[in-house]
């Protein structure tokens, strides 16, 4: 996967969240500690994730920026040592800063994921074409016209992104859309966004889904964010019946599990009992 096109196919690809950030709405603090990250990247693995996304700066709502040599603090020690283990998946560096994403490739890193679609730093994307690898370009328009249609602008911010991507030297096959769930979204948004997903595709890329433990699961079911599972995985089969491609979560083995049987009901059973 390094260096090339994803190979996509009917067969879900499995991300696990790997937040090295003390403050992250779900696991804030949890894998902070070098040998508790590595150990949560293997175990990520061993429940079936083929990318392992490390991030070093929270997104959650009112979370505070982290600037570039802290962010750099928090990723490379872990980059560093995924990259020693070796791990049989892809690493993507979870990163919207040119100079972090950079660093991370270097280090091993072989996907750019960009939660501002590309069009917060202008020179991330000269950073994924200098070393050919593929960006995710997440949809986050605050400033959108919340008047208009949300999937009309959604293609219209998301397309802008594409372009972004185009013109530093990205090849189409290397693009990876998200459509952004919980960002710059209200809560009945994201279920209409999950319900409508598949008009995306009109786009004509690959689409990461991220809907693992948000507060658009959270609110509905009145839960906290570990015990959102049975949420994520009903919004992951959803998706993935709706076209979706990637799915990034926290639980790789349930979502998994989830997915083999909608995979098996769309393309048929070919292995288990009777």
């Known amino acids: 996967m390094r260096g090339g096109p994803l190979r996509l196919g009917p067969d879900p690809i499995m991300m696990g969240i790997l937040n090295v950030t003390p403050d992250s709405f779900s696991d804030g603090g949890d894998f902070s500690v070098l040998d508790a990250a590595l150990a949560q990247a293997r175990q990520l693995v061993d429940d079936g ?27 490379m020690p872990v980059l560093d040592a995924l990259a020693e283990a070796a791990l049989p998946a892809a690493i993507s560096i979870d990163t919207y800063k040119a100079l972090v994403a950079d660093q ?8 750019v994921n960009d939660v501002w679609g590309l069009q917060r730093d202008p020179e991330i994307a000269a950073v994924a074409a200098h070393h050919g690898v593929p960006v995710i370009a997440m949809h986050w328009d605050t400033e959108r016209d919340t008047d208009k249609d949300l999937i009309g602008e959604m293609k219209r911010w998301l397309s802008r992104s594409i372009e972004i991507a185009l013109d530093a030297g990205i090849a189409r096959e290397k693009i990876i859309l998200d459509p952004g769930f919980g960002f710059a979204k209200t809560w009945a948004e994201n279920y209409v966004l999950l319900n409508r997903l598949e008009e995306l595709h009109a786009l004509g890329f690959p689409l990461l889904i991220g809907t693992s433990r948000k507060s658009m ?6 839960a906290p964010p570990k015990e959102r599972e049975s949420g994520t995985v009903a919004t992951s089969v959803l998706a993935y019946l709706k076209g979706g491609h990637i799915f990034r979560v926290h639980n790789v083995r349930a979502n998994l599990h989830g997915l083999r049987v909608a995979h098996a009901t769309l393309y048929g059973a070919t292995s288990g009992r009777d």
Do not use: C, W, Y
């Open 49 to 75: 994730a083929h990318i392992v996304d490390v991030g070093g700066e929270s997104t959650r709502p009112g979370s505070d920026d982290v600037g570039v040599q802290e962010e750099l603090d928090r990723v």
């Open 217 to 222: 699961i959270g609110k509905l079911l009145d």
């Open 104 to 111: 991370a490739v270097q280090a091993g890193a072989a996907i």
